[in-house]
T-cell receptor
Framework: DGGITQSPKYLFRKEGQNVTLSCEQNLNHDAMYWYRQDPGQGLRLIYYSQIVNDFQKGDIAEGYSVSREKKESFPLTVTSAQKNPTAFYLC????????????FGSGTRLTVV | GENVEQHPSTLSVQEGDSAVIKCTYSDSASNYFPWYKQELGKRPQLIIDIRSNVGEKKDQRIAVTLNKTAKHFSLHITETQPEDSAVYFCAASIQGAQKLVFGQGTRLTINP
C-alpha cells in the first residue's frame, strides 16, 4: 500500500489505557515521522526519527512515546497521559535532507471511548 | 523555527475556472516546497514540489511558483474538475533539515 503501512485502520481505546500504533515501510527511507490531524486542522508533528535508535520530539510530543529499533519500523504509543488522544494519526517516511519522497501511510483513526 | 502560513482556508470555484492557493514561509534557509492533496479520509499525496533554485514548475494542469525574495509560493490549478475537490497542504523544509513544516491546509471545492 504505497510502501508504508499503518495498522490498525481504526482503533478504540478506553480512558487510562496505552495503545500502540504500528508503522512499517519498505521504501528504504532513513527518516520516519508521526503526525496528528484533528478535524479541519493541519498536520502537527509528534515525533520523528532520522536514523535507527534515535528520535526527536516534534511540536506536540507530550503524552506520546516512540521507538526506532529497526529502519523499517517506527511504532507510536499513545499513553494515558495524552489528555485528548482522539484524532487521525499519520505516519510518513522520507529520504535524507531535504526530505524528498515524503510518503504518508493511510492513517489510523483513534477514538477514546 | 520555520513557520508556514497558508491562505485561504477554504476556496470554492466553478468547474473549469482556476484556483490559486498561497503560502508564506518564515525561514529564508528553506529550500524545498512540496504540495500535498488529501481526499476525504485518505492519506496526503504529493502532487508537485519545487526546489529553491527554480522559480516555476508545471505538471499538466498544476503549477507551483516560488518567490524567494518575498518568501512565498503558490499552487495554481487550471481548468478545475470535480476530482480536484480536496484539502491541499503546502510545506517547507529548511536546508539540512529532514522534516517538513506544513501549512494549515485549504479545503478546495469545485462546483459543477
Amino acid at each position: 500500500d504505497g510502501g508504508i503501512t499503518q495498522s490498525p485502520k481504526y482503533l478504540f481505546r478506553k480512558e487510562g489505557q496505552n495503545v500502540t500504533l504500528s508503522c512499517e515501510q519498505n521504501l528504504n527511507h532513513d527518516a520516519m515521522y508521526w503526525y496528528r490531524q484533528d478535524p479541519g486542522q493541519g498536520l502537527r508533528l509528534i515525533y520523528y526519527s532520522q536514523i535507527v535508535n534515535d528520535f526527536q520530539k516534534g511540536d506536540i510530543a507530550e503524552g506520546y512515546s516512540v521507538s526506532r529499533e529497526k529502519k523499517e519500523s517506527f511504532p507510536l504509543t499513545v499513553t494515558s497521559a495524552q489528555k485528548n488522544p482522539t484524532a487521525f494519526y499519520l505516519c510518513a517516511s522520507s529520504f535524507a535532507a531535504p526530505p524528498l519522497g515524503y510518503t504518508f501511510g493511510s492513517g489510523t483513526r483513534l477514538t477514546v471511548v | 523555527g520555520e513557520n508556514v502560513e497558508q491562505h485561504p482556508s477554504t476556496l470554492s470555484v466553478q468547474e473549469g475556472d482556476s484556483a490559486v492557493i498561497k503560502c508564506t514561509y518564515s525561514d529564508s534557509a528553506s529550500n524545498y516546497f512540496p504540495w500535498y492533496k488529501q481526499e476525504l479520509g485518505k492519506r496526503p499525496q504529493l502532487i508537485i514540489d519545487i526546489r529553491s533554485n527554480v522559480g516555476e514548475k508545471k505538471d499538466q494542469r498544476i503549477a507551483v511558483t516560488l518567490n524567494k525574495t518575498a518568501k512565498h509560493f503558490s499552487l495554481h490549478i487550471t481548468e478545475t474538475q470535480p476530482e480536484d475537490s480536496a484539502v491541499y497542504f503546502c510545506a517547507a523544509s529548511i536546508q539540512g533539515a529532514q522534516k517538513l513544516v506544513f501549512g494549515q491546509g485549504t479545503r478546495l471545492t469545485i462546483n459543477p
